[in-house]
C-alpha cells in the first residue's frame, strides 16, 4: 500500500493540547458543526491512542486502529444520523498512553481530523480547534503488566479554561483504516448476584485492584426476586463501614465499554472492577500485578459514567461505592462488536458438536476488534501463532479474509534490526518468539489460499523476508540452532519442557525438533508463496525446507522410544511430547513409512499431550490416516472442549486449567482455542481450497455452509 496524504486532510494539522504533554494524559478539542436535514457529514480522524466522539455531550463513537508511526491509520466516520438540525457542539477527547505494552506502542502525541459537509471541506484540525487537557484524569495511575494502564477519574475536578491547539510533528502518510470499525449495540442487561456491606482497610494506591479484592465482604439479605439494570428506578444499595458492594452478572463473556448510571447522596469514591468469573466469591480485580478496576470520584446526584478509551473483556462487573448508600439505575457494559457475517453454519445430529461449535464461533467474535487479539480481558494483544488459528476457523465462520490480512499486515512493521518481528504487534519491547515469527509465514500462505490475494502475500512475504534469511543464518549441518534464551523467548506451547527456559550450555547453540519443524513450515509456506507468484527462488526454500526434515527425522528420532524426541540434552534425547510428533508428520520430516507408527506412539498416551492452542497440529497430524483416527479426533474434541461447556464456560479457555492457569490468571475467552470450527468444515464437511473430500468422522446428519466456498 503507498497511498499519499488522503485529500480529506488536505489543510489539516496534527495538534495537541497545551500542557498536556507526558505519559497517560487525556486532552478534549472542541468545535461546532451546522446541520440541516439531508447533509452529509463525514468525520475523518487519527490520532495516538485512542479517541472518543462527544456530540451535544453525550457519548456518541470511539476508536482508532491498534497502529504504529510507520503505518498510521484513519477513521472515516459518518456524524449525520446522530446530529441536530442547527448548530452541534462536538467533542474529541483523546486518550495518550505513552507506554509499551502487549498491544500498543509508544507514538508521538497528537490527533488530525477534518469534516466534511456534502463531500466539501468545513473544518479541519488547526491551532485555532480550542482545547484544554482533561484533568479529571489522574495522571501517575495504575497498570496492568500487559494490557496497559487503568484510569483513575476524578469528575469533581477542575477543568482548565479552553485554549488554542499547539501543532505538533505527525506522520506524514495516514492510511485508510484497513478493516471495518466495530460497532456498538445498546448497554447489557445485567443480573443482581449479590450486595451488602464492605470494609476495605487501607486502600493500595499502587495496586488499585487490591482494594476490592480483598475487602471484607458482608453480603445484605438475599433478595426475594432477581433484579435486574438498567432499571428506570433503581436498585437501593445501603452498607456500612466503608460502604455498599454489589456485584453483576451479565450472564456470558462479553467484551465492551463501561458503563455505569449511580445516584449518591454525597461525594464518594466509586471502585468498578471487572472479571470473568467469581470462582473467589467476587472477580478477580487483581493478580500478579494486573488490575482489573477503574477508580472514579462522582459528585451528589445521578452520573453516567463510560470509559471509551479501552474495552474491557469480562462476564461480571463489581461495585465498591465508599457510601453508606447508593441507587444504581445502570451497571454493565455496552457491546463492542466486529461486524461480521454469520449466514454460515454447521450443524449434525450430535448437539454437543454443535453447541461446542458455536461457543467456538462466539469465542472468535470475542477476539475480534482492531484486529485478532489473544483474549478480550488480559492482554487484547495480536500474536502470529494466536491469530493463524484465529484467520484460519475465521474463513469457515464467518468468510472473514479482509480482517485476516489486516492483522498479518502489522507484523512485518514490527521488524527489528535482529530480522525478526515482536512477541506481539504494533509493539516494539518485547522478546521475540522465534516459531511464532514461523507460523506467520503458515498464515500468510493460508491467507493466500483462502483469498487467492497472490499479490498482497508476495509483498507481505517481501516485506518479511528478513525472518526467513534469519532462520537460514542459523542453519548449521541441515538444522536451524535455537535463540539465545532471555533475548528471546523460545516458546512451543504451555507444556513442561516447551514453553521456554532452556539456556544453550556453555553459551553454545544447538538445534531442537520443534523450532526446526516450524522453519520447515515457513520455508516451504514461502516456497508455495514464491511459485504462485512465478518467482524462481521457491526452489530455494523448498530445498531449505526439505533438508531441516531429512536432518530433523535422522536426528531426533529414536527407534527405541519409537518417537521424536524435542532436543538432545548432555546427549540424551529429552521431552517427548505430542505436538512434536504431531509437527513432524505436518512438515513432512517423517518418513510415509513410518507415519503409522509414529500417529500410534502419538495417541498412547506416553506423551506430553498437546494444548488446545496447538491442537490444531494434532488433529491435523492424525487426519493423514483418517481411517484410523478420524473418529478419535472428534472424540477428543467432545472431551476436552465438552468439559469446558459442563464448567459453564460461554468462551473457550486459553488452557483447559481454565481460571487457575498462570497461578490464577488464566483467561476464560482464548481465540486460539476456536479450533473445533477449523476440524468441522475441513474434515467433517471437506471443505478446502483447492479441494477436499467429506471424512467419515462419526458424526450423522451432517450439513453447514462455509461462506467462502458459496461463492
Known amino acids: 500500500m503507498k497511498p499519499p496524504r488522503p485529500k480529506a486532510f488536505d489543510g489539516a494539522k496534527w495538534i495537541w493540547a497545551d500542557g498536556a504533554f507526558g505519559e497517560n494524559v487525556y486532552a478534549d478539542f472542541f468545535f461546532d458543526v451546522p446541520f440541516s436535514s439531508g447533509d452529509d457529514i463525514t468525520l475523518f480522524i487519527s490520532c495516538d491512542h485512542r479517541y472518543a466522539l462527544y456530540v451535544g455531550g453525550a457519548f456518541f463513537d470511539c476508536g482508532q486502529f491498534s497502529d504504529m508511526p510507520k503505518f498510521k491509520v484513519y477513521d472515516k466516520i459518518d456524524l449525520s444520523g446522530v446530529l441536530k438540525e442547527g448548530k452541534n457542539s462536538v467533542t474529541v477527547s483523546c486518550w495518550h498512553e505513552g507506554r509499551e505494552t502487549a498491544c500498543s506502542c509508544v507514538q508521538p502525541h497528537g490527533v488530525i481530523f477534518s469534516l466534511e459537509k456534502n463531500g466539501r471541506k468545513i473544518i479541519s484540525s488547526s491551532k ?22 487503568n484510569s483513575v477519574f476524578d469528575a469533581t475536578a477542575p477543568l482548565p479554561a479552553r485554549a488554542p491547539s499547539v501543532e505538533v510533528e505527525g506522520p506524514a502518510k495516514i492510511y485508510p483504516r484497513p478493516n471495518l470499525m466495530p460497532e456498538l449495540s445498546e448497554a447489557t442487561k445485567t443480573k443482581l448476584v449479590y450486595s451488602g456491606a464492605f470494609e476495605a482497610g487501607e486502600r493500595d494506591e499502587k495496586n488499585h485492584g487490591k482494594t476490592p479484592y480483598f475487602a471484607l465482604v458482608r453480603p445484605g439479605s438475599k433478595e426475594k426476586k432477581p433484579r435486574f439494570l438498567p432499571d428506570k428506578e433503581g436498585i437501593k444499595l445501603t452498607g456500612e463501614k466503608d460502604g455498599c458492594f454489589a456485584l453483576f452478572d451479565i450472564g456470558a463473556e462479553t467484551v465492551g465499554l463501561l458503563k455505569l448510571k449511580i445516584v449518591l447522596e454525597q461525594e464518594a469514591d466509586v471502585y468498578i472492577s471487572w472479571g470473568e468469573h467469581i470462582d473467589d466469591g467476587r472477580v478477580r480485580s487483581w493478580i500478579g500485578g494486573r488490575n482489573f478496576t477503574r477508580v472514579c470520584r462522582f459528585a451528589a446526584g445521578e452520573t453516567e459514567y463510560i470509559y471509551p478509551f ?29 461486524p461480521l457475517d454469520k449466514s454460515g453454519y454447521f450443524s449434525c445430529s450430535d448437539s454437543l458438536h454443535e453447541k461446542i ?7 472468535l467474535e470475542l477476539c475480534m476488534h482492531e484486529h485478532y487479539e489473544d483474549c478480550p ?16 476457523c475465521g474463513y469457515y465462520a464467518f468468510g472473514e479474509t479482509r480482517f485476516a490480512k489486516s492483522s498479518l499486515t502489522l507484523f512485518p512493521k514490527t521488524i527489528r534490526s535482529d530480522g525478526l518481528m515482536e512477541m506481539t504487534a504494533p509493539t516494539a519491547h518485547s522478546r521475540p518468539i522465534p516459531s511464532f515469527n514461523a507460523v506467520f509465514f503458515v498464515a500468510l500462505n493460508e491467507y493466500l489460499l483462502f483469498s487467492g490475494d497472490k499479490d498482497f502475500a508476495y509483498s507481505t512475504l517481501e516485506e518479511a523476508k528478513s525472518v526467513l534469511d534469519a532462520f537460514e543464518s542459523r542453519m548449521n549441518n541441515g538444522l536451524v540452532e535455537i535463540f539465545e534464551e532471555g533475548p528471546y523467548w523460545n516458546y512451543y506451547e504451555w507444556q513442561k519442557g516447551l514453553y521456554g527456559g532452556i539456556s544453550l550450555p556453555d553459551g553454545k547453540a544447538f538445534p531442537d ?22 518467482d524462481g527462488r521457491a526452489a530455494h526454500y523448498e530445498t531449505l525446507s526439505k533438508t531441516i526434515n531429512k536432518t530433523l527425522w535422522e536426528r531426533f528420532f529414536v527407534p527405541e522410544e519409537g518417537a521424536i524426541a524435542a532436543r538432545i540434552t548432555d546427549g540424551k534425547p529429552d521431552c517427548f511430547a505430542q505436538l512434536t510428533q504431531a509437527l513432524a508428520v505436518c512438515c513432512g520430516a517423517v518418513p510415509e513409512d513410518q507415519i503409522d507408527g509414529i500417529l500410534a506412539k502419538t495417541v498412547s498416551g506416553d506423551l506430553l499431550p498437546a494444548t488446545l492452542s496447538h491442537s490444531v497440529f494434532l488433529y491435523d497430524a492424525l487426519m493423514k490416516r483418517p481411517e484410523k483416527y478420524a473418529k478419535f479426533v472428534i472424540e477428543d474434541i467432545a472431551s476436552r472442549w465438552g468439559k469446558m461447556l459442563l464448567a459453564g464456560a460461554t468462551s473457550f479457555w486459553e488452557t483447559e486449567d481454565g481460571a487457575d492457569a498462570f497461578s490464577y490468571a488464566g483467561s476464560l475467552c482464548h481465540g486460539w482455542s476456536a479450533v473445533p470450527v477449523y476440524v468441522y468444515f475441513r474434515y467433517v464437511l471437506g471443505l478446502y481450497p483447492g ?5 467419515d468422522c462419526g458424526l450423522t446428519g451432517v450439513d453447514g455452509k462455509a461462506i467462502l466456498f458459496e461463492k
Open 513 to 534: 525438533a520443534p523450532l526446526n519443524a516450524f522453519a520447515s513450515l515457513a520455508f516451504a509456506a514461502a516456497a508455495n508463496i514464491l511459485s504462485a507468484n512465478g
Open 377 to 392: 480481558w488480559r492482554e487484547q494483544a495480536l500474536y502470529a501463532m494466536d491469530s493463524r488459528n484465529q484467520m484460519l
Open 357 to 363: 461449535y458455536l461457543v467456538s464461533r462466539r469465542t
Open 310 to 338: 479501552r474495552r474491557a473483556g469480562l462476564r461480571y462487573v463489581q461495585l465498591n461505592v465508599f457510601a453508606p448508600s447508593c441507587t444504581l439505575k445502570e451497571c454493565g457494559v455496552i457491546p463492542v462488536e466486529y
Open 691 to 695: 479441494g477436499a473430500k467429506k471424512i
Open 128 to 149: 485555532e480547534i480550542l482545547s484544554r487537557k482533561n484533568t479529571a484524569y489522574r495522571e501517575e495511575n495504575v497498570g496492568s503488566n500487559q494490557i496497559g494502564l
